[in-house]
T-cell receptor, first 112, second 115 residues
Framework: GESVGLHLPTLSVQEGDNSIINCAYS??????FIWYKQESGKGPQFIID?????DKRQGQRVTVLLNKTVKHLSLQIAATQPGDSAVYFC???????????FGGGTRVLVKP | EAQVTQNPRYLITVTGKKLTVTCSQN?????MSWYRQDPGLGLRQIYY???????DKGDVPEGYKVSRKEKRNFPLILESPSPNQTSLYFC??????????????FGEGSRLTVL
């Protein structure tokens, strides 16, 4: 079946270091992938997306990499800050579809 | 301010007592959806609506109903709540997903406990 999963449930990172959050997916027909950030007590918040015909996309302090050969997605956060502490979800969808399929989430803990 | 508003944010109820969680968005979005979030299971879609009077089942629709009489509102109805519906619920909206990358705007969540 279709699934979107994450390699690590918890990631501890030192403030100022770079973070890399990984996600594996199995639906090769997905048209786009999205990363969401969820802070404690809040709803998920869109971070960045990438279409399936791209392999890299950069935002402000974040970069998403897509490797379709191994069906792997990653989110890189540069110079991780305390405010980056949250749960991060990857999600995948199809352009003509009606929903996103979310992974289980990775918790990022930033140590001062 | 652009937002998705859910009410109530917290609710404790008993088995069988009908309840409604309201959701309203002020962004003129066509698409609205309900998700439930459970530990280890991530976000799972309950129902979605592509536009007014157009609703459809998601992955876990059993025990839930929805309606979309107005574009801005998408209430989630639990006719006879059961303990397995204890969860954190999120409403989300966006411009129509088709052809887009589906940036969903989420509400703050409604934590429901069914005793």
């Amino acid at each position: 079946g279709e699934s979107v999963g994450l390699h690590l449930p918890t990631l501890s990172v030192q403030e100022g270091d770079n973070s890399i959050i990984n996600c594996a997916y199995s639906n090769s027909a997905s048209d786009y992938f999205i990363w969401y950030k969820q802070e404690s007590g809040k709803g998920p918040q869109f971070i960045i997306d990438i279409r399936s015909n791209m392999d890299k996309r950069q935002g402000q302090r974040v970069t998403v990499l897509l490797n379709k050969t191994v069906k792997h997605l990653s989110l890189q956060i540069a110079a991780t800050q305390p405010g980056d502490s949250a749960v991060y979800f990857c999600a995948e969808g199809k352009a003509a579809g009606n929903k996103l399929t979310f992974g289980g989430g990775t918790r990022v803990l930033v140590k001062p | 301010e652009a937002q998705v508003t859910q009410n109530p944010r917290y609710l404790i109820t008993v088995t069988g007592k009908k309840l409604t969680v309201t959701c309203s968005q002020n962004m003129n979005h066509e698409y609205m959806s309900w998700y439930r979030q459970d530990p280890g299971l991530g976000l799972r879609q309950i129902y979605y609506s592509m536009n007014v009077e157009a609703t459809d089942k998601g992955d876990v629709p059993e025990g839930y109903k929805v309606s979309r009489k107005e574009k801005r509102n998408f209430p989630l109805i639990l006719e006879s709540p059961s303990p397995n519906q204890t969860s954190l619920y999120f409403c989300a909206s966006t411009k129509a997903l088709a052809g887009r990358t589906g940036e969903l705007f989420f509400g703050e969540g409604s934590r429901l406990t069914v005793l």
